[in-house]
Nanobody, 123 residues
Framework: QVQLVESGGGLVQAGGSLRLSCAASGGTFSDYAMGWFRQAPGKEREFVVH????????SQADSVKGRFTITRDNAKNTVYLQMNSLKPEDTAVYYC????????????????WGQGTQVTVSS
């Protein structure tokens, strides 16, 4: 059983940056591709970014391309989300997740989930 714990959320002004971290424990981290999703109040959870097990391949939602970058450090069992040029519409709870199978961009393809970290972008 893999446990995921996110950190790094907070309040930032539009145009600013944040880096989220997701620390994994209880399993072999490098066995899992990873993703970040987000959920704003009253909205469905949506895909943000995905990274392969080795870190050699990444995929991003169109809404964050050129602004958000996902990386991972398998030696530290941690995946990161660097968020630049933040916009008020990026405000949401951000979740990291361990991929199981299926399409990268849907929540049901992920088996393990963290508790989430709040990101608020003020205008």
């Amino acid at each position: 059983q893999v446990q995921l714990v996110e950190s790094g959320g907070g309040l930032v002004q539009a145009g600013g940056s944040l880096r989220l971290s997701c620390a994994a424990s209880g399993g072999t981290f490098s066995d899992y591709a990873m993703g970040w999703f987000r959920q704003a109040p009253g909205k469905e959870r949506e895909f943000v970014v995905h990274i392969s097990r080795s870190g050699g391949y990444t995929s991003q939602a169109d809404s964050v391309k050129g602004r958000f970058t996902i990386t991972r450090d398998n030696a530290k069992n941690t995946v990161y989300l660097q968020m630049n040029s933040l916009k008020p519409e990026d405000t949401a709870v951000y979740y990291c997740a361990g991929y199981l199978r299926g399409s990268w961009n849907i929540p049901h393809s992920y088996l393990y989930w963290g508790q989430g970290t709040q990101v608020t972008v003020s205008s």
